[in-house]
């Protein structure tokens, strides 16, 4: 199975960007969908973007929408958040996570990232 490790988050004033990326290792399939999902203090965890491997093809959460932008690499197998115009409210742990199924639910997703932390200061 797919093995992920996050890295790129930080501390940034709002309005910043900022690109978080998630490698994969291991065995993986031309169909596995890629997610985003955050989870911030006291709040249960939200579904962010995917994108679906082979095609490409992309889905985003109305909060995010315009702002952030989900991309990949097949080269590195590497999947990208590029996150604009930050808002203190976009502080969370950002996690990537890899699943057989195009869906906004965390739980069809089998593989997860370690988490890496976004905070947007004011």
């Known amino acids: 199975q797919v093995q992920l490790v996050e890295s790129g988050g930080g501390l940034v004033q709002a309005g910043d960007s900022l690109r978080l990326s998630c490698a994969a290792s291991?065995?993986?399939?031309?169909?596995?969908?890629m997610g985003w999902f955050r989870q911030a203090p006291g709040k249960e965890r939200e579904f962010v973007t995917c994108?679906?491997?082979?095609?490409?093809?992309?889905y985003y959460a109305d909060s995010v929408k315009g702002r952030f932008t989900i991309s990949r690499d097949n080269g590195k197998n590497t999947v990208y958040l590029t996150m604009n115009s930050l808002k203190p409210e976009d502080t969370a742990v950002y996690y990537c996570?890899?699943?057989?199924?195009?869906?906004?639910?965390?739980?069809?997703?089998?593989?997860w990232g370690q988490g890496t932390q976004v905070t947007v200061s004011s």
């Open positions: 291991g065995r993986t399939f031309s169909n596995y969908v």
């Open positions: 996570a890899a699943g057989m199924y195009y869906t906004t639910y965390s739980s069809n997703y089998n593989v």
């Open positions: 994108i679906r491997w082979s095609s490409g093809s992309t």
